[in-house]
């Protein structure tokens, strides 16, 4: 249950991402069409942050010491961009155009995504 309500709150930030954030756009033919293509990035999203970010704080973590975390923020969104370039692969309509459009889209993500989280009570993520 606490997988899926995850998944849900990564789905409607990415689709927040996609309304605030110039250059990070999701399409589809229909409502239906657009909100699975959301799930499904927010699948992506989900792995490649759960697989590769432990990885890459290991291996940069003296990069994350000497900017005091900012380099934590390029990561973001290195990730961003390589979570279209997957969607990209698997031609989902989900584009994300350029460096910075993936910055500041990582940043709303995060900040959307934390918002949700504090609005939902502890025990509907299982706590």
Do not use: Q
């Amino acid at each position: 249950m606490g997988f899926l309500i995850r998944l849900a709150i990564t789905a409607v930030a990415l689709w927040i991402t996609t309304l605030v954030v110039p250059g990070v756009e999701v399409g589809g033919r229909t409502g239906a069409n657009t909100a699975l293509t959301l799930v499904v990035v927010a699948v992506i999203f989900g792995l490649v942050n759960a697989v590769l970010k432990p990885v890459i704080k290991v291996v940069g973590c003296i990069f994350y010491l000497l900017t005091l975390g900012l380099f934590a923020l390029v990561v973001n969104a290195l990730l961003f961009l390589l979570t279209d370039w997957i969607a990209r692969s698997l031609d989902l309509p989900f584009r994300v155009h350029g460096f910075w459009a993936a910055f500041w889209g990582a940043i709303v993500m995060s900040v959307v995504t934390w918002l949700i989280s504090v609005v939902l009570p502890d025990r509907l993520e299982g706590r």
